[in-house]
């Protein structure tokens, strides 16, 4: 029970810190990126629980270029041609690594009672974000949002997003904890570059959670013009 206070609470702190976009500090970098030896010497928070399986990181083929991975860290070369790094410790799978518009790349992982998509922005100096779940860009790809809500809460986001998307990084226009209680929130599609369609089913509504494609789901949409609040409905908010 103790394990599971203290990995809790720093997912708590290194999820706060991951929905901002916060960089590693940086350290003497002397050897090419992407440099694991560069990784592996930024000190990491020891975590007292155990875990009997193997851990699985190794980067695709198509990442070889620009990404190394370890047992505790992943190196990716940034445009600028620095190495951001990505803490592995609390993770024990990764799975679905993509790349993103040629400038972000992702994964979803596993870890001791927690859950995420990080997300590696390569512009500039690099950063890195946990989303939750693989986040949705806008048609003209200078907006992002991601949204994730679980029942226990340890997430790598538990909450709803939106970022612009600069030439050399990302800035949050919206971050919002306090999503409505419910299940299987999904981001179903941008209208233009300023509206979301969102959908999810509530709690009291699923009786078989193996097939949850039979319910149905209550609609909200969120944009621009509505400051990126969720709100019940179909039609975008206007001025």
């Not at 992702?106 to 590696?120: I, K, N, P, R």
């Not at 974000?129 to 991601?146: C, E, I, K, Q, Y």
């Not at 039979?214 to 949409?221: L, M, P």
């Amino acid at each position: 029970m103790v394990a599971a206070k203290a990995i809790r609470t720093a997912w708590t702190i290194l999820t706060v810190s991951a929905a901002f976009g916060v960089a590693v500090p940086a350290l003497a970098h002397p050897d090419p990126a992407p440099s694991l030896a560069y990784c592996e010497a930024i000190p990491q928070q020891e975590f007292d629980f155990e875990w009997d399986g193997e851990k699985s990181f190794a980067v695709p083929q198509e990442w070889s270029a620009f990404a190394a991975a370890s047992n505790r860290w992943m190196a990716v070369a940034t445009t600028a041609g620095t190495t951001e790094c990505v803490d592995l410790s609390w993770m024990f799978e990764g799975e679905d690594f993509e790349i993103h518009q040629d400038r972000f790349v992702g994964f979803s992982w596993v870890g001791y009672e927690a859950f995420g998509y990080t997300l590696v922005d390569r512009a500039g100096t690099g950063t890195v974000l946990d989303t939750g779940h693989r986040p949705v860009f806008s048609p003209n790809g200078f907006r992002m949002a991601a949204l994730q809500s679980s029942e226990s809460g340890y997430g790598g986001l538990e909450g709803f997003g939106v970022w612009y998307v600069y030439e050399t990084g990302l800035k949050p226009i919206y971050l919002n904890s306090a999503v409505p209680f419910m299940t299987d929130w999904r981001i179903d599609r941008w209208e233009g570059d300023d509206c979301l369609h969102i959908s999810a089913i509530p709690f009291d509504r699923v009786e078989d959670w193996e097939d949850l494609s039979q319910y149905e789901r209550d609609s909200f949409v969120s944009g621009d013009a509505g400051g990126w609040a969720l709100k019940p409905g179909t039609a975008c908010p206007t001025p």
